[in-house]
């Protein structure tokens, strides 16, 4: 090494001394050497105190030259790796013994063992003792090892962190895994390559120096800042992924060793070709589904009681489920969520169709097409809906006497790769069936997955009889509004043929009348262009065609008074005012011309109808009364407006209903007086359509 990397390197261990020691002496002042009780503290103070004397030991080894101090720092850059193994593991340990987990104590026993091994090798190296090989390998691969772990208990401690603990644990994390994995490239180059990077090296004190303040900012953030967090299976799984790749670099790299040690001049080149393809081979692996539901397998099964984290699978669940709308996604994603359940790469869903009996593949994942059908009253279905069991295939093959009386289907027993039928239980409703395939590792199906299979089953059955209820409720929707627009073009149809019925009937007394003829040509065409418009309102829908624009009220009162008098009634007519209103002109005719026809139809021949026509505030009002028979509070409340409610013997009760409906669209109202033997008076309000009859322009030279 030159003399400008010994330099950097006295400079970065005095540096790391300086600021260990000033960071120990802060720790000292917090009380935490005065807190023997509390673990975690000691743990610390002792960390730091060992970077302190690495430091220092390793700025007095380039100043004096003298191996003492060599010893020295590497005992006490072992000392520091074991005290935050120490505090790590404090950190993850569990709160009581009730929620004790196997997988605490493999990770302590792996701690101590990788601890161990590091200080055996340095005292065979201090004794030089030979009998395991090469001491100062044996360092090489210690010092490897320890930050490999040291990351795998880094990665549970910040992934198990509440949100409010995460916060002052962070800058604690950042600084430890800068400075562990920087020890990582250090130490396993050194292992490739039998010596260690002279730079990297000259550089190691500045970088640990570096994470000071990070560790300064987590000790003040706040003072309750070390706490104690829960360990759970997802972690451990994320944890043994790191740590096996972890243990399969350091198992490659002693591999790669030895390969070019014994490989005379080709040593080299195959020991870069072994560690591309242990790379590769690395990858490949991580990637393999396979390979991770194995180890989910192996770490349920070994490590802790329950095989679920069932918070982190029923929100994972509840999230698939919910990530489609509409019914065709939504049975896909029900398969979807229990298949990855169980690592299962592929499944069917099985559900009734409209106006079918018998249970159909409507949706599939992975799955290959069946239109095989299984009928509700089959052995099948009347097994599940009785006992709502989760039906395995395999065990029902080696021990089909569990089942009972159960005669499973010919093409369930042919279905590629089938294992288990979870029921979809809504109450005591059976409203369908998923297939779920083998799973990619072996796993058993005890009495935790099926409880947690049945459970999922009932909450996804209730996603799809929500969904199958919407869609039914949609439908009547649709048809509720084409009822609705049919009942109002075919009371216009009654109208128009009771005109026509009226015209004929005159015909046959004034059919020579040239004035009648003309008149019943105009009713002729009149009617067609009804007809034609009630057409193509049956089919674009309920609302008339065109837009609402200014209507003149005048007019359409003055041609109701016509049509009146046509039929030998007498309208009394009062225009106090123009008005104009919006709306559909052809609409509002008839909306009025049916209130007008009301009265007439509830008046004797003797009895009076009038009109008025005038304006109240910002609204027309027209005025339709007469002395009638009237109509009781009852009737006004209960049935005057509502579909299907009158009182005529030929009458169908949508005019009424449809004025009200009409009027309310425009912002208007329709307020009704009546009393029985005595008559009713009819007030509908509508919004004013003001119209300018001179230009801006004729305003301006009138000023």
């Not at 072994?274 to 490949?284: H, R």
Request: proline residues 2%; charged residues 20%; positive net charge.
């Amino acid at each position: 090494m030159d003399s400008g990397n010994l330099a950097l390197m006295a400079w970065g261990y005095g540096l790391v001394g300086l600021a260990y020691t000033a960071f120990a002496l802060r720790l000292l002042q917090l009380g935490y050497a005065a807190a023997p009780r509390e673990l975690s503290k000691t743990a610390v103070l002792t960390a730091v105190t060992g970077s302190a004397l690495w430091g220092w030991f390793g700025l007095a080894l380039l100043l004096t030259a003298n191996s003492v101090f060599l010893t020295l720092g590497t005992f006490s850059d072992l000392l520091r790796y074991a005290c935050w193994f120490v505090f790590l593991l404090v950190l993850l340990r569990p709160k009581s013994a009730k929620t004790s987990s196997d997988g605490f104590a493999w990770m302590a026993a792996a701690a101590l063992a990788l601890t161990v091994f590091g200080f055996l090798a340095l005292l065979f190296s201090v004794l030089e003792i030979g009998f395991w090989g090469d001491t100062a390998r044996l360092i090489l691969f210690s010092s490897m090892a320890l930050p490999v772990y040291a990351l795998v208990l880094l990665e549970q401690v910040f992934r198990n962190a509440t949100e409010d603990s995460r916060w002052n644990i962070k800058p604690l994390c950042l600084g430890l895994a800068g400075m562990y994995f920087f020890d990582l490239y250090l130490f396993s180059q050194a292992v490739l390559f039998n010596r260690l990077d002279g730079d990297a090296l000259s550089i190691r004190g500045g970088v640990h120096a570096l994470i000071v303040p990070l560790l300064l900012l987590s000790s003040t953030r706040r003072s309750d800042w070390i706490s104690k967090i829960r360990l759970s299976p997802k972690a451990a799984f994320h944890s043994a992924t790191l740590l096996i790749a972890g243990v399969y670099l350091i198992f490659i790299s002693g591999v790669g060793y030895y390969v070019r040690y014994f490989g005379g001049e080709w040593g080299r080149a195959l020991q870069l070709g072994l560690v591309v393809f242990a790379l590769i081979l690395l990858m490949v692996l991580a990637l393999s589904g396979s390979v991770r539901a194995k180890l989910r397998v192996f770490l349920g099964k070994h490590f802790f009681r329950y095989r679920y984290d069932y918070r982190e699978e029923w929100l994972r669940f509840t999230r698939t489920l919910s990530s489609r709308n509409s019914p065709q996604e939504m049975g896909q994603q029900v398969v979807r969520a229990l298949a990855e359940m169980l690592e299962s790469p592929a499944g069917g869903l099985w559900m009734k169709s409209i106006g079918e009996t018998a249970f159909s593949q409507t949706a599939r994942w992975n799955m290959a097409q069946t239109t095989v059908k299984e009928d509700a009253n089959s052995p099948l279905c009347q097994f599940m809906l009785t006992s709502g069991w989760v039906i395995n295939l395999e065990e029902y093959r080696s021990y089909s006497r569990r089942y009972g009386q159960l005669k499973l289907p010919i093409w369930l027993q042919e279905l590629a790769q089938a294992w288990l039928v979870v029921p979809l239980m809504v109450g005591e409703e059976l409203i369908g069936f998923v297939v779920l395939a083998s799973a990619r590792a072996r796993m058993d199906v005890n009495w935790e997955v099926n409880d947690l299979l049945k459970t999922a089953g009932q909450q996804a059955a209730s996603f799809l009889a929500q969904m199958q209820a919407t869609e039914a409720l949609l439908e009547v929707r649709k048809f509720d509004a084409f009822n609705r627009m049919s009942a109002f073009v075919v009371h216009d149809l009654k109208n128009i043929v009771t005109q026509l019925s009226l015209m004929m009937k005159n015909a046959k007394r004034l059919g020579s009348n040239p004035e009648f003829q003309q008149d019943m040509l105009m009713t002729v065409e009149n009617s067609l262009d009804r007809m034609r418009q009630l057409m193509l309102q049956l089919r674009e829908g309920a609302t008339p065609p065109g837009a609402a624009f200014g209507v003149n009220l005048g007019a359409i009162i003055r041609r109701i008074e016509a049509v009146a008098t046509g039929r030998g009634r007498t309208l009394e007519v009062q225009l106090l005012q123009e008005v104009d209103t919006r709306g559909h002109e052809e609409r509002l005719e008839r909306i009025i011309g049916h209130v007008v026809q009301n009265a007439f139809d509830a008046t004797d021949m003797d009895g009076r109808v009038w009109l008025r026509l005038d304006r109240s505030g910002d609204q027309a009002r027209i005025v339709v009364g007469d002395t009638g028979h009237g109509m009781s509070p009852d009737f006004i409340r209960d049935r005057l407006f509502k579909p299907f409610q009158t009182t005529k013997q030929a009458g169908m009760g949508i005019g009424a209903y449809e004025s009200f409906q009409y009027v309310q669209e425009l912002g208007g109202r329709i307020d009704v007086d009546s009393e029985v033997n005595k008559g009713t008076t009819v007030t509908i309000r509508l919004p004013l359509f003001e119209t300018h009859k001179t230009s801006d322009l004729h305003s301006l030279e009138a000023k």
